[in-house]
Nanobody, 131 residues
Framework: QLLLGEYGGALAHSGGLRNTSCVVA????????MGWFRQAQGKKRERVAC????????GYADSVKRRFTISRDNATNTVYLQMNSLKPEDAGVYSC????????????????????????WGQGTQVTISS
C-alpha cells in the first residue's frame, strides 16, 4: 500500500502562486495514476487534477484549468501541483491519492471518476489565500 505525504501548503497571496508536493513511499509510483484533491472548510472534497502513470495524460477541473499544472517525477516518487493565479476559492486542504479503481488515468474517464475511485490518501496540506 502506498503511503503518501503532502508538503508545501502555506499562506499565499491572491494572484500569487504556490507549489505542493506529494511524496510517495511504498511501491513504485510509476505503477499508479495519481490525483490531487482539495477540500475547503464546510465543502465536499473536490478533485482538481489527475495524471497518468507515465505523466503523458493529465486532466483538470474547470475551476483550475490553465492555472494549475500537475506533474510527476517517478524517479523520486513525487507528484507535484503547481498553482498559479491563485484565487480565494482555491483555499483548502490539498491531498493526493492514488487511482485504485482503474488501471491508469485517461481524460476519457472524466465524467465517470469519483472520489471513491481513489485510495491511499495522504494527510493533506493546508493552502490559505490572503486577498
Amino acid at each position: 500500500q502506498l503511503l503518501l505525504g503532502e508538503y508545501g501548503g502555506a499562506l499565499a497571496h491572491s494572484g500569487g502562486l504556490r507549489n505542493t508536493s506529494c511524496v510517495v513511499a511504498g511501491p513504485r509510483l510509476v505503477n499508479n495514476a495519481m490525483g490531487w484533491f482539495r477540500q475547503a472548510q464546510g465543502k465536499k472534497r473536490e478533485r482538481v487534477a489527475c495524471i497518468s502513470m507515465r505523466g503523458d495524460r493529465t486532466g483538470y477541473a474547470d475551476s483550475v484549468k490553465r492555472r494549475f499544472t500537475i506533474s510527476r517525477d517517478n524517479a523520486t516518487n513525487t507528484v507535484y501541483l503547481q498553482m498559479n493565479s491563485l484565487k480565494p476559492e482555491d483555499a483548502g486542504v490539498y491531498s493526493c491519492a492514488a487511482l485504485i479503481s482503474y488501471a491508469d488515468y485517461s481524460p476519457v474517464l472524466e465524467g465517470r471518476l469519483v472520489t471513491e475511485h481513489f485510495g491511499s490518501w495522504g494527510q493533506g496540506t493546508q493552502v490559505t489565500i490572503s486577498s
